[in-house]
């Protein structure tokens, strides 16, 4: 199994809400990401989780929350988000942290209201 | 800080060649990925380089040089479906045993018949 699974595919929500992501993999993969990416730009890391532990926070607004609940799972808690949180949230896991090879999952296309 | 350039467009016609050039600046560099996102889809990894030096895999080349801090990906014989943006990635050493990636800008490759 060489898949990393994210859910939802797509997510609107408005200023107000809560929502999460989630992101799975059965690869044994030991990091973990989240990224963020805007149409027609690069992926931009937000965190990195190694050994279920939080590794980088690249200064990530407080209404982003990551949550590792163990070696396969990756969560982002949402609250209070911004319109120009809209994005395509892209999960990622490699082998170690410092792996070569990412595997993407499909993204959750989020639109905030 | 990591910083890649690439260029942003290229096109190229259907069985020919094409070269994706990167440079880029980097403190604590460990080594250089590609990957591949069409539209809407998740980035994909393509290929590696630690080391100077060519890497082949099937009708996709890398090649490293860590003197001049520049790597190209190599595309033969294009087909259609080679029409994706393609981004140069550089790991680097961010310290405290972490390793970061970041994306360059990202090619967009149209192949035209």
């Known amino acids: 199994d060489t898949e990393v699974t994210q859910t939802p595919k797509h997510l609107v929500m408005g200023m107000t809400n809560k929502k999460s992501l989630k992101c799975e993999q059965h690869m044994g993969h030991r990091a973990m990401y989240w990224y963020k990416q805007k149409a027609k730009k690069p992926p931009e890391l937000m965190f990195v989780?190694?050994?279920?532990?939080?590794?980088i926070n690249e200064s990530v607004p407080s209404r982003f929350s990551p949550e590792c609940p163990n070696s396969s799972l990756l969560n982002l808690h949402l609250h209070a988000l911004q319109p120009e949180d809209s994005a395509l949230y892209l999960c990622a896991s490699s082998q170690e942290i410092h792996s070569y090879e990412q595997y993407f999952g499909p993204g959750t296309r989020l639109t905030v209201t | 800080g990591q910083s890649l350039e690439q260029p942003s467009e290229v096109t190229a016609v259907e069985g020919a060649i094409v070269q994706i050039n990167c440079t880029y600046q980097?403190?604590?560099?460990?080594?250089l990925s590609w990957y591949q996102q069409h539209d809407g889809g998740a980035p994909t990894f393509l290929s590696y380089n630690a080391l100077d030096g060519l890497e082949e895999t099937g009708r996709f080349s890398s090649f490293l040089s860590r003197s001049d801090s520049y790597g190209y990906l190599l595309l033969q014989e294009l087909q259609m479906k080679d029409s994706a943006s393609y981004f140069c990635a550089g790991i680097a050493y961010s310290g405290a045993g972490s390793y970061q990636l970041t994306f360059g800008k990202g090619t967009k490759l149209s192949v035209i018949p």
């Open positions: 989780y190694s050994y279920e532990k939080l590794s």
């Open positions: 980097t403190s604590g560099f460990y080594g």
